[in-house]
């Protein structure tokens, strides 16, 4: 590899796929980089997307201040509602429930942490439940919200806090904010992918109606059908069964209460 080469920046990029995984991409590529680099999306409307109500963690807050989203005008365009963690009914055995809130447990203690000296505490008999020391699940427990602030010495620095929204929305949402800052979304399903002769890279996509997608760096976000990393790199697939014994989830709809 030459110098110039090595030099060389991507100018293009082409994602294969949308919904939620294929518009954050473009999103956070488009936000990052600005116009000097060149994204197509190309996805198609009649191959569905998994759309349920996406439960994030306190990390969505990254990704939404890289990308500079409005929380207010997020919530409206998402349904999106607040979470303060999340509730695994049946965790250790039939009817024990487990909350996981999101912050921190107790206060910040010099020395030996907070955690440690509970679990003395619980051995000596002193102690309440682990819940009744965290802020954000005294507030889920009692149906209410609030917001972390910046202050240490407020009790309302402990908290986190994250979104339940429709993934389907969400997606909508991103791709409105990507093609304002310049992605060019393509409809259409792949008919083909072109591979370098030499390197074996990907090349160019082309879709059922003829339409050419070159680039210089391709992004699979076609989920389980991996039509790019899997079905024609061939890349494999770590398998994690013995880690993860749970194999399968089933979204279904519930009655609001």
Not at 60 to 70: E, R, S, T, V, Y
Request: charged share 25%.
């Amino acid at each position: 590899m030459t110098s110039s080469q090595s030099d060389r920046r991507i100018e293009k990029v082409v994602i294969l796929g949308g919904g939620t995984a294929g518009w954050m991409t473009a999103t956070a590529l488009a936000k990052s980089f600005g116009p000097r680099l060149k994204i197509a999306l190309l996805e198609s409307d009649e191959i569905g997307t998994i759309g349920v109500g996406e439960a994030t963690i306190p990390t969505i807050h990254w990704f939404n201040q890289l990308i500079g989203l409005d929380e207010a005008e997020f919530l409206r365009a998402t349904k999106a509602s607040f979470k303060l963690g999340i509730e695994f009914v049946d965790w250790r055995r039939p009817g024990h429930a487990y909350f996981h809130p999101f912050g921190y447990y107790g206060v910040t203690l010099p020395g030996v942490a907070f955690y440690p000296r509970w679990l003395k505490a619980r051995r000596d008999g002193r102690a309440a439940d682990l819940t009744r020391y965290s802020m954000a699940a005294q507030l889920a427990l009692a149906g209410r919200v609030a917001f972390p602030v910046d202050d240490q010495k407020s009790i309302l620095s402990s908290l986190g806090y994250a979104y339940h929204f429709d993934a389907g929305l969400y997606a909508r949402h991103l791709r409105t904010i990507a093609e304002a800052a310049g992605v060019v979304r393509h409809e259409g399903k792949l008919a083909a992918i072109e591979r370098d002769p030499q390197s074996g890279f990907v090349s160019a996509l082309t879709t059922e109606r003829g339409e050419r997608l070159d680039g210089e760096l391709f992004i699979d976000c076609s989920g389980f059908r991996a039509l790019l990393i899997e079905g024609a790199l061939g890349a494999g697939y770590d398998d994690w069964s013995h880690w993860l014994p749970c194999d399968r989830a089933v979204a279904v709809p519930c009655e609001k209460v």
